[in-house]
């Protein structure tokens, strides 16, 4: 919590200074964006018990922060013209909460998956392994914030449709970064699909939603910056 303040602190002080809301570019976006998911984590927190996850939300969110500062750090700048609207501050802020119910449910993914792996002779690993909720638990919650970051997700897709109606005249233009949007997606609603009607749970299902995650990581270190389109906003 007492982290969390001073992050917050600095997405305010980013905003101050650019006199505009603080996720125009990769790294505001990245600094943003892992506010919201220590945010998440605590609001949840407030009627799930997560501790167990604290130290794997912020190695996350130390990993996140100190690539986004290496490699996507720039000035403050004036917004280019396609990004002078209200929508900036529905579609993308939509976008960086969908991103971090992602990023929880990512994470209880993976202690799913340490959870079940095969017991050995006891250790440090073991002792930590007993003292989290039963792999039951941990399923059913992957589940519930996969739902919840779905719901943000669709909305994105929409109201970036709606943006790019209004800046570009079309809905839907193909381009790179509303593909993979697309995708990310595709494969959340296979999730939610396969274990809902599948009857998928457990490892596939983990496999499935820690895929999911990966496609968000991708669509925004790689698509952002090495392919070119509309949506090339990083800034860098």
Request: hydrophobic share 60%; with cysteine.
């Amino acid at each position: 919590m007492l982290g969390w303040v001073f992050h917050l602190a600095g997405v305010v002080l980013r905003g101050v200074a650019a006199d505009r809301v603080p996720w125009a570019n990769m790294f505001e976006f990245s600094l943003t964006g892992t506010a919201l998911i220590i945010a998440t984590f605590l609001a949840v927190s407030l009627r799930v018990r997560l501790a167990y996850l604290g130290s794997a939300v912020l190695g996350l969110t130390v990993l996140l922060l100190g690539v986004a500062t290496v490699s996507f750090y720039v000035p403050v700048v004036p917004l280019m013209p396609a990004l002078q609207s209200g929508w900036l501050v529905i579609h993308v802020l939509v976008a960086l909460l969908a991103t971090a119910f992602f990023g929880l449910a990512f994470l209880v993914s993976l202690t799913y998956l340490l959870t079940t792996r095969r017991r050995g002779r006891p250790s440090r690993l073991t002792r930590l392994r007993d003292s989290l909720p039963g792999p039951e638990d941990l399923d059913r919650l992957a589940y519930r914030l996969t739902i919840v970051g779905f719901i943000l997700w669709t909305f994105t897709l929409i109201a970036g449709a709606i943006w790019a109606g209004r800046a570009w005249g079309r809905f839907w233009g193909w381009d790179v970064k509303e593909v993979w949007t697309f995708i990310i997606w595709v494969l959340y609603a296979g999730y939610l699909h396969a274990t809902a009607t599948r009857g998928w749970a457990g490892t596939r299902a983990a496999w499935l939603c820690i895929v999911g995650f990966a496609a968000v990581l991708f669509n925004f270190g790689v698509v952002n910056v090495f392919f070119t389109g509309l949506h090339s906003y990083s800034g860098l």
